[in-house]
């Protein structure tokens, strides 16, 4: 059996990334590992419920340069049942960068440019 585990993003500024996602969608992190010389440092990140699936940022201690995200036609999803309330809360954020009224979802973009779907749970 094989199962979803985790999914990453590398990140320019760890504290920045972290900040946003306990601001935007409550993610703490469950358990963090760092190379003992230094040079990167991984922070897992759970969501309120404890689900198994987790993400992780990864930063780079000598990465300058922003990543390269092609075209971001990739995305990592999370439905909600406080759809209404994260809605604003990200309009107040000043991070939706996408919506779709006729579908019901909207996207978030975090401090590195990945895009984030927001889906009501009963979509």
């Known amino acids: 059996m094989t199962t979803f585990y985790h999914f990453n993003f590398n990140v320019l500024d760890l504290e ?10 409550n993610l ?4 963090e590992k760092e190379a003992p010389d230094g040079s990167f440092k991984l922070v897992f990140l759970e969501d309120e419920a404890g689900s198994p699936f987790q993400l992780e940022l990864t ?23 406080e759809y209404d ?3 604003a809360r990200h309009k ?3 991070c ?4 779709n009224p006729a579908m019901g979802i909207y996207f ?9 779907e927001i889906v009501p749970e009963n979509p």
């Open 16 to 25: 920045r990334s972290l900040a946003f996602y306990k601001e935007a969608l």
């Open 28 to 31: 703490s992190p469950a358990r």
């Open 59 to 81: 930063w780079l201690r000598d990465r300058e340069a922003p990543y390269n995200l092609g075209e971001c036609e990739f995305h990592l999803a999370f439905h909600t049942s």
């Open 85 to 87: 309330a994260l809605h």
């Open 92 to 94: 107040a954020m000043d």
């Open 96 to 99: 939706i960068c996408f919506e």
């Open 108 to 116: 978030i973009s975090d401090p590195d440019g990945y895009w984030i």
